[in-house]
């Protein structure tokens, strides 16, 4: 029986994940954050921080394209000279 994707009573290493073809697998183990969930074989990053990450570029783009008057975010891109009050960290 091959597990296409470890549900949680399934434990696995990223190297077994890897050899058997799987795109995630579970530890068992909390990551650095305090997250129960499944990490990515390909560099074993915690989907729930993964998640997380992705809400707040989300959400800096948002407040970023607001200030600068951009009705899109997805051209937040090219107008980011316009707003005076740039956020710090960018993780596109």
Not at 27 to 47: F, L, N, V
Not at 57 to 80: F, K, W
Request: aromatic share 6%; net charge positive; with cysteine.
């Amino acid at each position: 029986m091959i597990f296409l994707n470890p549900g949680p009573s399934r434990i696995t290493t990223g190297k077994e994940a890897r050899r058997m073809g799987l795109s995630r697998y579970n530890t068992g183990q909390p990551c650095i954050h305090g997250h129960m969930s499944d990490r990515r074989a390909r560099d074993g990053k915690c989907i729930a921080c993964r998640n997380a990450k992705a809400r707040r570029n989300t959400q800096r783009a948002q407040e970023y394209a607001a200030c600068a008057g951009i009705r899109s975010v997805r051209v937040v891109r090219i107008a980011r000279g316009k707003c005076h009050e740039r956020p710090r960290f960018w993780a596109f």
